[in-house]
């Protein structure tokens, strides 16, 4: 079993910050790439950021500039800081992670998510 928990979204105005983490516990061997994506009201759920195990990132062109992601690899934690929100930014936050478990299993984990919300 692996759990991701996500934690930090809230409501704030537009041009705030925030950042989130998400945490992997359970039985985890190793994780390769971990991500955020979001999902808005009425919208399909979409990629915000991704890295590799390595630190190679990857953004969508909306945030680019205004998000950063990092990861604590000691941690199984990945972080998403957001800088200068939008009201476009307002959706729920959901952690992704590619975890090898201590049996050798390879999974795609999800986390339950945590809702942003931006203020005009």
């Known amino acids: 079993q692996v759990q991701l928990v996500e934690s930090g979204g809230r409501l704030v105005q537009a041009g705030a910050s925030l950042r989130l983490s998400c945490a992997a516990s359970g039985s985890i061997r190793s994780i390769n790439t971990m991500g955020w994506y979001r999902q808005a009201p009425g919208k399909e759920r979409e990629l915000v950021a991704t890295?590799?195990?390595?630190?190679?990132?990857n953004y969508v062109n909306s945030v680019k500039g205004r998000f950063t992601i990092s990861r604590d690899n000691a941690q199984n934690t990945v972080y998403l800081q957001m800088n200068s929100l939008k009201p476009e930014d307002t959706a729920v936050y959901y952690c992704?992670?590619?975890?090898?478990?201590?049996?050798?299993?390879?999974?795609?984990?999800w986390g339950k998510g945590t809702l942003v919300t931006v203020s005009s």
């Open positions: 992704n992670a590619e975890v090898l478990t201590r049996q050798y299993y390879g999974m795609t984990c």
């Open positions: 890295i590799t195990s390595g630190a190679n990132t």
